[in-house]
């Protein structure tokens, strides 16, 4: 990695099993528009592994330059300039293929969390695909004593966080028109939810 880009160690362990599942179930021509691309690590493995898909980064303004910092040293031709999204107001126009986001859901509120899913049915073409990575619980209880402790920090860091329920992400995607194709278990008690637009 160059000196002065920003790192989330994350996504050096998790990018492979990301990748093979986006691989399964994604084309190799498609437009994805990934939600809260964060450092932008993900974008520039993932588009330099499958040149046949546009991957148009998005996140919160803050977040743009470092996005913007790894885009310009891959160089890569599918990789547009990052947009800015902040999910509970209006989106940019666009449809898309596909629509990943990774550890987010527990970083937004889950009013944001809802305003999300809720736009989805603009962006997103027919049949298209939903993928979202990170930990879950089910039936309101935890996976894993990790993800237990992991909550306790994120809920000590803001209230607002936390781990959030399958169940009701899973009412969310159902009300936006999307049925659940896979809930894949993942390294280190994380998931890989993939949702098909009916």
């Known amino acids: 990695m160059m000196p002065g880009l920003p790192d989330a160690p994350a996504c050096a362990r998790n990018r492979e099993v990301i990748l093979a599942v986006l691989r399964e179930h994604l084309p190799e021509r498609a437009r994805v528009l990934e939600i809260a691309s964060g450092t932008g690590q993900h974008a520039v493995y993932f588009a330099q592994a499958m040149p046949g898909w546009i991957w148009q980064c998005s996140d919160l303004a803050g977040n743009l330059l470092g996005i913007a910092a790894w885009l310009a040293h891959a160089q890569l031709p599918n990789t547009p300039a990052p947009w800015i ?6 989106w940019p126009a666009g449809r898309f293929d596909a629509v990943f ?3 987010s859901l527990h970083i937004m509120p889950w009013s944001a969390v809802e305003c999300l899913f809720a736009a989805l049915p603009q962006v997103l073409a027919p049949a298209a695909r939903l993928l979202i990575y990170g930990p879950f619980n089910y039936g309101g209880a935890f996976s894993s004593a990790s993800n237990a402790a992991f909550d306790a920090s994120l809920k000590a860091r803001d209230a607002a966080q936390g781990i959030r329920d399958f169940e009701a992400v899973e009412a969310l995607a159902s009300a936006a028109g999307l049925r659940l194709l896979e809930d894949r ?4 008690n994380n998931r890989c939810l993939v949702w098909v637009r009916r």
């Not at 999204?85 to 209006?90: E, F, K, M, Q, R």
């Open 85 to 90: 999204l902040d999910v509970t107001a209006p």
């Open 101 to 103: 986001s990774a550890n």
């Open 185 to 188: 278990a993942m390294p280190a």
